[in-house]
């Protein structure tokens, strides 16, 4: 139990659960990436159809890699904290059977609730194709501009009014021409500046050129996010048990609100043996067991 995020007392207490939705979508059947009043987003669509299966949380949605208008995805995350114990394969087939090919839910991963994802990311990996008969320079000078622009330094010149005022201008991209692609790799990016670079190293010209030739490809985590993944325990079974999870080397045993005490046992003597057993667990109550 070394994971900074977990604690143990609010995993025992919390009725909720974090979930990483995994999704790809298609720009151009967007108007913006986040909510935003008459107008067709990333997040209000998805929030419009979870609601409709009755998948519900209270706070906002989180994402792992905000994107431009237009702009597609191939991976990309939401990520809410839920009290819903439904079957969340369920909840994707039917999510993905109503939006049909705009967006897709691609997986989805239980984690712990409250977690603030943007400092969980590793990095983000885009990739601008451009239609070739556009680009201006020539591979060998996109290949050299690639190698030149690579590495950790202030970034503003390839950002936007909105970019210029923010505080920190030191990013840190690496970029590679291959496959008739433009590739990004980084943590994080300034307002525009995959589009911008994409302009001056393909035509010279620092103008942010247009998102629908841009690609949110795959999201990268860190290593104590991927520690605290909880995963279904099917071959767990134990008097009184509902049904198990794990995480890492943590169990979590489900049980009926009713026999609560009685899987514990008289002053614990149940719980000490289970540990024994299994090592670390955690106990959660659910009510209403039909």
Known sequence: MENKLINLRKLEKSKKFGYLFYISYRGGSFDAFDEVKNKKSVKGRFREIMDSLGFTWAKGIQQAGRTDAKVSAGENILYVSSSYLGDMEEIAARFNEISKKEMRIKKVQKTLSDLVIPDLIEAREYCYRYPMAKVKNSEEKIEKLCKELSGTYDVSE?????GKQLREKVRSVELSFRDNGLWFYGSSFMPKQVRIMSGYILTGEKTPLPGKY???????????????????????????????????????FYVDS???GEFIGTRGKNIKNLRKKYGDIVVREITDVL
């Open 158 to 162: 390839f950002t936007d009014f909105k």
């Open 214 to 252: 841009l690609n949110l490809e795959k999201i990268h985590i860190k290593k104590n996010l991927e520690e605290i993944f909880i995963e279904k325990a099917p071959e767990i079974k134990e008097s009184n048990l509902l049904y198990a999870e794990k995480m890492g080397d943590l169990y979590i």
């Open 258 to 260: 009713s026999k609560k």
